[in-house]
C-alpha cells in the first residue's frame, strides 16, 4: 500500500525559509516520479516541483531560483527546500507519487507565510 507522509510545514515571516519532507512507502524507486503540489484558497491545485527516478528536476516558472527539490533514495524521502517565501506561497502543500498508473497524494501540510 502506497503512503506519503508530509511534514515540515509551518508559520513563518516572509522571506524566511522551511523544508518539507515527505517519506514515502514502499520504496520510491517504485515511483516513475514524484514531486510537490500546492493549493492555496479559493485556487486549483498547481505544480510546484517533481523529480523523475533518475534525478531530473521540473519546476514551476515563478518558482524557480528560490525552491528546490531533493530525493534521498537510501530513506525513501523527497524533499522540498523553500527559501525567501513570499505570503503568495501560503498554501497546503501536496506530495505526489507516480507510478506510471496512479498518481498518489500525501494528506497534505500547511505552509503560512506571514508580510
Known amino acids: 500500500q502506497v503512503q506519503l507522509v508530509e511534514s515540515g510545514g509551518g508559520l513563518v515571516q516572509a522571506g524566511g525559509s522551511l523544508r518539507l519532507s515527505c517519506a514515502a512507502s514502499?520504496?520510491?524507486?517504485?515511483?516513475?516520479?514524484m514531486g510537490w503540489h500546492r493549493q492555496a484558497p479559493g485556487k486549483q491545485r498547481e505544480l510546484v516541483a517533481a523529480?523523475?527516478?533518475?534525478?531530473?528536476?521540473n519546476y514551476a516558472d515563478s518558482l524557480k531560483g528560490r525552491f528546490t527539490i531533493s530525493r534521498d533514495n537510501t530513506k525513501n524521502m523527497v524533499y522540498l527546500q523553500m527559501n525567501n517565501l513570499k505570503p503568495e506561497d501560503t498554501a497546503v502543500y501536496y506530495c505526489?507519487?507516480?507510478?506510471?498508473?496512479?498518481?498518489?497524494w500525501g494528506q497534505g501540510t500547511q505552509v503560512t507565510v506571514s508580510s
Open positions: 514502499p520504496s520510491i524507486g517504485s515511483f516513475v516520479d
Open positions: 523529480v523523475t527516478r533518475g534525478g531530473i528536476t
Open positions: 505526489a507519487a507516480h507510478d506510471s498508473t496512479y498518481l498518489y
